[in-house]
């Protein structure tokens, strides 16, 4: 019995090692209201899962807050900070930082993490804009930035998007799947245009927190067809951070 335990033993630890992966890292300067912050430096990561994409991904991580997400290797990123938060940005060539303006749409392949504080009003606005279509129970707090800032209820809607797949796991964590040519959770509040591809992403709540300011943390994935298959990788490991 106790050389089988030793053996069962011995196979969960090799599939686990056989689930993770050495990622390079990527520094990403940010852009902002200040000043522009270099990129900041690193070791490689550990991808939990998907060790056989491995050779396909790599860290990308924003000067501003160091936030980090896994993406394909080869794209250009760039992070942003503000008032509202910070974001990080990843696509593929041949983008450059013009295209990664803050008014800038973007309708092919790109990765958006994208952090948002209550600090003050466009933040807490962003943030109870996603709340109202993700998480009910928060219908409370949406209600008192409604009130805060002086506004009717027909300046924010609840509900889901007509068109978006929600896959609700606990009461801070909503996955989503916005469809090709729709707008919803994938495209709102981001620089991420409807296009003939569809967004999957995850919508994380951290709040309320005593005597603490809530955050929002939404990523957003638009991958070509023949790299769809990273997509629940790149959320997981976001999620596995985050949670």
Known sequence: MRNRAAVLVLLYSSALVAQTARVPFIGCESLGQAEKVPAPKGMDRIARRGAGAANNLAYYAEAFRGTEVLAPRGWYCIGSYGSSGSDLLVAPPPVGPMDFSQNSEITGPAIE??????????????????????FPAQKAFVQSVID?????????????????KLIVQTDKLVQFVTPAHSDGLGTMVSRLKASSDPIDGV?????????LLPDLLVLRVRLPRELRGLASIIIDQVEREHR
């Open 148 to 164: 805060s800032a002086g506004l009717s209820a027909s300046n924010i809607k609840f509900g889901p998007y007509p068109m978006d």
């Open 113 to 134: 993490l994208d952090y948002i504080s209550a600090d003050n009003g466009s933040g807490r606005f962003d943030m109870a804009q996603i709340l109202a279509h993700t």
């Open 203 to 211: 919508v994380i709540w951290d709040g309320p927190r005593p005597n």
